[in-house]
C-alpha cells in the first residue's frame, strides 16, 4: 500500500500568510494526487487534482505542485475561509489513501 | 443540481449489520465510478471502497474485506454499502463521492455527499 506523509500536522499561520503544506508518498503515484479541504461539520472539498489543475470554483490562491512521491499545496495569501484541514490522497492505486491531515489553526 | 445524499446510518449492535444508499443526481452516474470513504469521530479520511460504472469491477480496503459489498444501481442513481458483522472500529461518518476518472482528472473525488453517521455500541 502507498503510504502517504504530510506535514506538519499542524499549522498557525495569520491572514495574509503564504502557506506551504507537504505531502510524500511512499512510492511513485504518478499525477494521480489530490488535496482536499475539510471544515468541522462538513464533507471535505476538492481543491487541487492531478498534481495541480485548480478545481472549478476554487480561488486561484490555491496551487500544487510537484512529481512522483514529493507534492505540495500552497495557498499564497491566506483569508479568514481557509482555516481548515487540508487533506493529500493518491488514487494511483487502490487502496486509495489519504495523507494523515493538516490542520490549519489561526495565529 | 449535482448531488449526493447518504442515507441508512445509524445504530446498531457490535456484530449487526447496516446498508447504507448514497442517491446521486444532476451528473452521468452511470458513466461514473463511485466511492466510499469513512472518518472515524476525530480522525482522518479513510478509503473503504470503490465500484466501476457497470458494476464489474470493486475494490476494497483490507479491513473490510468479507464484511462490506458495494453496489449500485444504475436505474435508480443508487450506490449501496452492505455492512455485516460490524465493530466498533467501524464507527465512522460515511461518505459516498464520484471518482472523476482519468488521468488528467487524477481520479480525483470530485462530488461528496454530506455524510451518514454509523455507531456500533452495544
Known amino acids: 500500500d502507498v503510504q502517504m506523509t504530510q506535514s506538519p500536522s499542524s499549522l498557525s499561520a495569520s491572514v495574509g500568510d503564504r502557506v506551504t503544506v507537504t505531502c510524500r508518498a511512499s512510492q511513485s503515484i504518478r499525477t494521480y494526487l489530490n488535496w482536499y479541504q475539510q471544515k468541522p461539520g462538513k464533507a471535505p472539498k476538492l481543491l487541487i487534482y492531478?498534481?495541480?489543475s485548480l478545481q472549478s470554483g476554487v480561488p486561484s490562491r490555491f496551487s500544487g505542485s510537484g512529481s512522483g512521491t514529493d507534492f505540495t499545496l500552497t495557498i499564497s495569501s491566506l483569508q479568514p475561509e481557509d482555516y481548515a484541514t487540508y487533506y493529500c490522497?493518491?488514487?494511483?492505486?487502490?487502496?486509495?489513501?489519504f495523507g494523515q491531515g493538516t490542520k490549519l489553526e489561526i495565529k | 443540481e449535482v448531488q449526493l445524499v447518504e442515507s441508512g446510518g445509524g445504530l446498531v449492535q457490535p456484530g449487526g449489520s447496516l446498508r447504507l444508499s448514497c442517491a446521486a443526481s444532476g451528473f452521468s452516474f452511470s458513466t461514473s465510478w463511485m466511492t466510499w470513504v469513512r472518518q472515524a469521530p476525530g480522525k482522518g479520511l479513510e478509503w473503504v471502497a470503490n465500484?466501476?460504472?457497470?458494476?464489474?469491477?470493486?475494490y476494497y480496503v483490507d479491513s473490510v474485506k468479507g464484511r462490506f459489498t458495494v453496489s449500485r444501481d444504475n436505474t435508480k442513481n443508487l450506490v449501496y454499502l452492505q455492512m455485516n458483522s460490524l465493530r466498533a472500529e467501524d464507527m465512522a461518518v460515511y461518505y459516498c463521492?464520484?471518482?472523476?476518472?482519468?488521468?488528467?482528472?487524477?481520479?480525483?473525488?470530485?462530488?461528496w455527499g454530506q455524510g451518514t453517521m454509523v455507531t456500533v455500541s452495544s
Open positions: 465500484i466501476k460504472q457497470d458494476g464489474s469491477e470493486k
Open positions: 463521492a464520484r471518482i472523476h476518472s482519468g488521468r488528467s482528472a487524477g481520479d480525483a473525488l470530485d462530488i
Open positions: 492531478a498534481v495541480s
Open positions: 490522497q493518491q488514487s494511483n492505486d487502490t487502496p486509495y489513501t
